[in-house]
């Protein structure tokens, strides 16, 4: 009875009532958590904003989605906003210390922000350039070496442990080494099994009480393995002392919590475990998506190449500055392949915030008046696809982004309308605190590939890995709170004698 009464009030008398949405999940969570289970919320929500023709859809009974640029900014970039309550999920237990990316609260959240964001800004970023860069000579080594024993190489596993092993030495000056060594490895799949497990409970939070359940199925050695490498991470650092490296131990510890000699404090770990998740599971769909794109695309492919051979004269000249930076065509090229496949896919759901409630505030979405408590958000695949803003949006292609001297005022508006939709980092005061790190990142390593090497897909079935099904020209994303991802298989080939400069002094023959 008491079922059947919750029911008739959220289909008939709930404030969102007459928001368009699919029956089902007018009363149930479990609609949209179903294509969260199946990983492909992305895809679905597209299917729903087409279906329902229009900018916003009831996906829960307490939850709406949005497609517009608009919607963008009013959700993401206002001050009557704050993370909708969906992140408390994201604690490790239900007292559990919030970090940067879960704090609810304003005021918290911009005291820790005022700590954590100085580690991954651009500045810092050209002290650690060096670190990040050795990173990248090892994956290009890694390349060098397989490209003379293997068929061809899937590009998604040396892209994972490229990005955790530049953030295990960001986050702690350590040398995961999980590019060469497998002992940390472990670090990637237990990313992934908490994004998992997490992206259910961000979208219906009562299923957090099946984690003992979900620990009993799975088991739990990979997120076990995680902390253990998160703790060893964390102990070897605290062993030395703290001004010994530029590492966000050095530049954030200390001010997070008091702690005993000796302790990792719950500040320290809740950040830790999140910094590594933020920064090393992201760039890399980011890299991969890349190699995918570029492997189908011969004509962007064959662009790009002409712009960073001809841009550099040595490999020493890659690096931050004013010639990475002049390469606009590296960056439309990292842009098309966030807008087609982004490494988050949202949406990142957001409330108004109980002060603005208290003062009788109305807040509005694309001119929607949201009943307070209501959480809203964006899926940024559905955006970012969506026609009004971005023409053919399942075609690839960079020029978009590009602006000409023979721009007509029309063709700058439409880029400028783009430019409001795409929002792979978010928006606002909580968007991402590594968009410096993560463009230095992605443009270092395709430059250097590029430079290195020339690839091409793979000959026969297994060049197919990572295409979309019924979309082949698209990356498959499998939806998660850590984007999973898988393929593309490429065949890798040394240009000139260029790889001489990578493999160590004692080995000379190819
Ligand atoms: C292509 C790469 C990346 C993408 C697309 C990306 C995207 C995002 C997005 C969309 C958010 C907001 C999430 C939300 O509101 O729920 C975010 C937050 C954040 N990201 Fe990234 N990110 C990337 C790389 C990185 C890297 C390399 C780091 C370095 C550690 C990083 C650190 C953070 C942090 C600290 C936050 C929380 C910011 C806050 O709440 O104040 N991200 N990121």
């Known amino acids: 009875m008491k079922i059947l009464l919750i029911v008739g009030y959220r289909v008939f008398l709930h404030p969102l009532r007459n928001f368009p949405g699919p029956f089902a999940a007018r009363f149930t969570s479990a609609y949209g958590t179903f294509f969260v289970w199946r990983r492909t919320f992305h895809i679905d929500s597209l299917r729903l904003h087409e ?3 229009g900018p916003v859809v009831r996906i829960a009974p307490n939850r709406l989605i949005f497609n517009s640029a608009t919607a963008l900014q009013d959700m993401y970039n206002n001050p009557k906003v704050v993370k909708g309550s969906s992140y408390s999920t994201q604690r490790q237990s239900a007292k559990g210390t919030p970090n940067l990316f879960n704090t609810i609260d304003k005021e918290a959240h911009s005291k820790k922000r005022r700590i954590i964001g100085p580690v991954i800004s651009e500045r810092s970023m050209r002290v650690f350039e060096p670190d990040m860069l050795r990173q990248i000579d090892a994956f290009l080594l890694r390349l060098l070496r397989s490209s003379r024993i293997d068929k061809f190489v899937n590009t998604t596993p040396p892209c994972e442990r490229l990005a955790v092993d530049i953030i295990g030495q960001l986050a702690f000056g350590y040398p995961l080494n999980t590019q060469n060594d497998p002992t940390h490895r472990v670090i990637v799949e237990g990313l992934k099994t908490r994004g998992r497990r997490s992206s259910l409970y961000f979208f219906w939070p009562d299923l957090k009480i099946l984690e ?3 620990n009993w199925i799975e088991g739990k050695n990979t997120l076990d393995g995680l902390y253990r490498s998160v703790r060893t991470m964390i102990q070897a650092r605290m062993a030395i002392p703290k001004d010994a490296k530029h590492d966000f131990f050095a530049l954030a510890s200390g001010k997070l919590s008091t702690r005993e000699p000796g302790l990792i404090s719950k500040d320290l770990w809740a950040e830790a475990v999140f910094f590594i998740a933020a920064g090393g599971s992201t760039t890399s769909t980011a890299l991969s ?28 000249d890659i690096r931050a500055g004013h010639e990475l930076h002049n390469c606009k065509y590296l960056r439309a090229v990292i842009d098309e392949t966030m807008r087609m496949s982004p490494s988050s896919l949202g949406p990142a759901w957001r409330s108004q915030d109980p002060a603005s409630i208290a003062a009788g505030e109305v807040f509005t979405v694309d001119g929607h008046v949201i009943p307070p408590g209501t959480q809203v958000g964006s899926s940024r695949y559905a955006v970012q696809h969506n026609e009004a803003f971005f023409p053919e949006p399942f075609k ?3 020029e978009r982004w590009l602006s000409s001297e023979d721009d007509s005022p029309e063709d700058q508006e ?3 309308a783009m430019r409001r939709a795409f929002a792979p980092f978010s928006l606002g005061d909580r968007s991402c605190a590594g968009k410096a790190m993560a463009y230095l990142e992605m443009s270092l390593t395709i430059a250097k590939t590029m430079w290195y090497f020339g690839f091409k897909k793979t000959p026969g079935e297994a060049g197919n890995l990572g295409e979309t099904l019924g979309r082949p020209d698209e990356f498959q994303l499998y939806y998660s709170l850590v984007v999973e991802n898988d393929g593309p298989n490429l065949v890798f080939t040394p240009r000139g004698e260029h790889w001489r400069d990578l493999e160590p002094s004692d080995s000379t023959s190819l």
């Open 414 to 416: 439409a880029r400028a």
């Open 289 to 316: 998506g890349m190699f995918f794109y570029l492997s189908r695309n011969p004509d962007v492919y064959a662009r790009l190449a002409s712009e960073i051979r001809s841009t550099f004269s040595s490999r020493c």
């Open 51 to 53: 279906k329902y023709a």
């Open 396 to 398: 690839f292609q960079p």
């Open 212 to 214: 003992p359940l979900f």
